[in-house]
């Protein structure tokens, strides 16, 4: 059996939107959803010092920055025969969205929503680097 991996880089807000890119640039949809399997999104977001958890302007590790060092975040998006219909019938990334996360999905902003609430990032990463259709779902 052959298995043939192509790894390529699309720019997009995320992995839904990476499917919706692929259909803009006019690739057929059933191309589409038979030849992608997986789609995975990716920010990094800085991480609060350890040392000083950021309320130190004087921390000799962080500079008084209050970070140091930088954390990947990812959304992991598989491409199953569920969805191939949606891409199928070109249906609006937030179609697409909703679908996902009724399946479990774990979208960019709910990660860093944990890494908050874990006390490893600050809210402000939200405006920094990932993008979020629900607004009020943030903290």
Partial sequence: MLLLCIISTIHTLDAIGTLIRLLDMGIEPYLVS???TGIIAQRLIRKICTDCQ???KEC???LGNGFRG???IYE???VEEELHPYI???CSADMMRGYVKSGGFTPLYSVLQQKVAAG???SDEF???VWYADKTTVV
Avoid: D, F, K, T
């Fill in 54 to 56: 950021g309320r130190n």
């Fill in 127 to 129: 405006q920094r680097y």
């Fill in 76 to 78: 992991v998006l598989r």
């Fill in 70 to 72: 930088r954390m990947g």
């Fill in 34 to 36: 038979s030849s992608v």
């Fill in 120 to 122: 490893v990032a600050e």
């Fill in 60 to 62: 000799q590790h962080c």
């Fill in 88 to 90: 199928l019938n070109r």
